[in-house]
Nanobody
Framework: QVQLVESGGGLVQPGESLRLSCAAS????????MGWYRQAPEKQRELVAT???????NYADSVKGRFTISRDNAKNTVYLQMNKLKPEDTAVYYC???????????????WGQGTQVTVSS
């Protein structure tokens, strides 16, 4: 079994910051790409940011320059630092990790349970 547990969501005012964390645990042999998606009400889930094993990052245009993704491979954890938050960033944020479980040959994507981020004055 593999589990991803997210934390760090909440209610903030426009211009403020939040840091999301997502820790993977269980029978993990290796982890490849990790990242974050988000889904706002009545909208499709969209990719926010991804990071490779060696730390290469990609971002959605809407968050470039405001969000930073990072990871701690020793802790099997990915982070999303969100600065200068806007009301349009309001969504449920989901982390993912491409995990090779112990005793298997391939990586499969696992998802976190989601954490609510609300940006409102």
């Amino acid at each position: 079994q593999v589990q991803l547990v997210e934390s760090g969501g909440g209610l903030v005012q426009p211009g403020e910051s939040l840091r999301l964390s997502c820790a993977a645990s269980g029978s993990i042999f290796s982890i490849g790409n990790m990242g974050w998606y988000r889904q706002a009400p009545e909208k499709q889930r969209e990719l926010v940011a991804t990071t490779t094993t060696d730390g290469m990052a990609n971002y959605a245009d809407s968050v470039k320059g405001r969000f930073t993704i990072s990871r701690d491979n020793a802790k099997n954890t990915v982070y999303l630092q969100m600065n200068k938050l806007k009301p349009e960033d309001t969504a449920v944020y989901y982390c993912y990790a491409d995990i090779q479980r112990s005793g298997t040959l391939r990586r499969a994507r696992s998802w976190g349970q989601g954490t609510q981020v609300t940006v409102s004055s």
